[in-house]
């Protein structure tokens, strides 16, 4: 057994149910109301938010395109992605695997990973990250776009520099961290 499953805790009374919190639907194709992120050359909608879930998880919608993914980093949450389309090429504490449709992989917290589309197709994958808070990261780094497959503006040399400066700057408040490959 699991020593953090919930039935390794004490027996408590379930709380009460909070009428504060409501329903949340989220359909990345039609919710206009939702974020299109530009990020690392990749689009990623937030479809829940660390808002909606109390700050329990978040979830994010990724379209991926050919030669996207993010360089290798680590992080101290869980991180897990169901591929919906396509295949990523998942690297794990330096070791490769190819995540197919349908599949499903959990990154363990502080575990050092990355992802590649090495196929010639877009991939689109299902993130979720519990804790939340890794939607916020996005928030503060991403670039608006107009739907969850447009892609990102390509930025000039100096504005890459500029967003690079920007995200090592922000990295250690969202308790993430660069690794060398």
Do not use: W
Not at 163 to 172: D, E, F, H, S, V
């Amino acid at each position: 057994m699991n020593h953090n499953s919930i039935t390794a805790q004490p027996i408590s009374p379930i709380p009460a149910d909070s009428l504060l919190r409501k329903l949340a639907v989220a359909d990345s194709n039609k919710d206009e109301s939702l974020r299109h992120l530009g990020i690392v050359g990749d689009t990623y909608t937030i479809l829940l938010s660390g808002d909606d879930t109390d700050g329990r998880y978040c979830l994010i919608d990724m379209h991926v395109p050919p030669g996207g993914g993010p360089p290798p980093h680590r992080h101290d949450f869980e991180e897990s992605f169901t591929i919906l389309e396509g295949e990523i090429e998942a690297t794990f504490r330096g070791k490769k695997s190819v995540v197919r449709t349908g599949e499903t992989i959990n990154i363990p917290a502080n575990a050092p990973h990355s992802f590649t589309n090495t196929s010639k197709q877009p991939a689109r994958l299902l993130c979720i990250c519990s804790p939340a808070g890794q939607e916020e990261l996005f928030l503060a780094i991403g670039v608006p776009v107009a739907t969850r497959t447009t892609p990102p503006p390509k930025p000039n040399s100096a504005d890459q520099a500029a967003m690079m400066t920007k995200i090592m700057a922000l990295l250690p408040k969202y308790r993430t961290e660069m690794v060398k490959p």
